[in-house]
Structure formats: structure tokens, C-alpha cells
């Protein structure tokens, strides 16, 4: 069983950054891939970036390639999400995942464990 624990949210101005992180209980951190998921008002969830076990595959939606950067500290049990160049379209809820699936998945229905979220808001 794994907790994750988001922070990082708040209130940006579009065009600044904000780094999310997810704090991950347990021992196993780095026998689980993690996500990135975000869900907009009256929007479906969908995914944002993935990274795989050991930090050396990564995935984005086009969305946010080379806007977003994923990365993790499996010594810290911890994810990141750094989130450049923010836009209006970006605020949403933002939630960490985790998937015992090994290269990363994409799939909401992939991931086995949810935070709790956290609000981002971009102010234009």
C-alpha cells in the first residue's frame, strides 16, 4: 500500500512556475511508476506526465511538453512536477499516481494509488 501526499499548489500568474511535489509512504517507492494526472472544472481527468521506476523513462502530454518537466528522488520517497510557462489552461486540480506497471503508463486505469490533489490556479 502506498499514501501519497501532494503540495505545492497555489495561485501563479500565467507564464510563471510552480512545483508540485508528492511525498510517498512506504518503502517501495521505487518499485512503482508515478504519474501526474489534472482535472479541470466539469472536465475528465486526464493525464499530465508519467516517469518510470527509476526516474529513466518519462512521458508528457502534448499539452505540456517542454512546458512541464517530471522527476523523482527515490531517496526522499518523492515526485516533482515543474511547471514552466503556466497558462490559463493549466489550472485544474493536480493529482500524484502511482502504477506497479514498470515503463510508465499513461492510463488512468493503470495506477493503482491517488493523492488527494492539489489546486493550481493560473490568473491570466
Known amino acids: 500500500q502506498v499514501q501519497l501526499v501532494e503540495s505545492g499548489g497555489g495561485l501563479v500568474q500565467a507564464g510563471g512556475s510552480l512545483r508540485l511535489s508528492c511525498a510517498a509512504s512506504?518503502?517501495?517507492?521505487?518499485?512503482?511508476?508515478m504519474g501526474w494526472f489534472r482535472q479541470a472544472p466539469g472536465k475528465e481527468r486526464e493525464f499530465v506526465a508519467s516517469?518510470?521506476?527509476?526516474?529513466?523513462?518519462?512521458y508528457y502530454a502534448d499539452s505540456v511538453k517542454g512546458r512541464f518537466t517530471i522527476s523523482r528522488d527515490n531517496a526522499k520517497n518523492t515526485v516533482y512536477l515543474q511547471m514552466n510557462s503556466r497558462k490559463a489552461e493549466d489550472t485544474a486540480v493536480y493529482y500524484c499516481?502511482?502504477?506497479?506497471?514498470?515503463?510508465?503508463?499513461?492510463?488512468?486505469?493503470?495506477?493503482?494509488?491517488w493523492g488527494q490533489g492539489t489546486q493550481v490556479t493560473v490568473s491570466s
Open positions: 512506504g518503502r517501495t517507492f521505487s518499485t512503482y511508476s
Open positions: 499516481a502511482a502504477s506497479s506497471g514498470a515503463f510508465a503508463p499513461v492510463g488512468l486505469a493503470s495506477y493503482n494509488y
Open positions: 516517469i518510470s521506476r527509476s526516474g529513466g523513462s518519462t
